[in-house]
């Protein structure tokens, strides 16, 4: 018997696509991949972060408020990459005025960037639509499958499709 073998095994789900936030001081391009734009409540528990199971969660309970995100996968085709750029709800509302404009995210060119180089500045975003679809667009991409593996967590999320939430008053 031998350690070693001669099938490659297959590679995990998913595992390639990186998940970023939007950095303080560079901008990002890319093909949206996705038709919907999907988020969920999400909780920092100091070490982590980590999706809110809703009616059960004991953050919740113990009086943590969670922060919902929006997870838009992007395609760079100059990279040829996939990437999974989190989105705060404010920054996600105005993409979701986009998709409803142009009737689908698919197929929308975003550049993603902060007003100003800093940490949790808000977020920009420009996008416009492609005339044609590039050939190799990747397909759709399964959020909730995927953000369960950067989670660690089972998919199957409930509310993996909900609008984001309005904008606080100002
Ligand atoms: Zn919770």
Redesign the pocket.
């Known amino acids: 018997m031998s350690d070693w073998d001669n099938a490659v095994p297959p590679q995990r789900d998913y595992a390639t696509i990186q998940l970023m936030r939007v950095p303080n001081s560079a901008r990002l391009l890319g093909i949206a991949i996705n038709t919907l734009l999907q988020g969920r409540?999400t909780?920092w528990d100091g070490r982590r972060t980590g999706p809110?199971?809703?009616t059960t969660?004991p953050?919740?309970r113990d009086g943590?408020i969670?922060r919902w995100h929006a997870y838009v996968p992007l395609f760079n085709q100059s990279s040829g990459k996939i990437f999974v750029v989190q989105l705060t709800a404010l920054a996600a509302g105005a993409l979701q005025e986009e998709a409803q404009r142009y009737k689908t995210l698919r197929g929308l060119l975003l550049q993603i960037s902060r007003v100003k180089p800093r940490d949790n500045a808000r977020i920009l975003i420009e996008a416009r639509a492609l005339p044609v679809l590039p050939h190799d667009l990747p397909d759709p991409i399964d959020i909730p499958r995927f953000m369960a593996s950067v989670w660690n967590s089972k998919p199957g999320f409930p509310d993996h499709n909900r609008e984001p939430p309005p904008e606080p008053p100002k």
């Open positions: 409540t909780h809110c199971p809703g969660c953050m919740c943590h969670g």
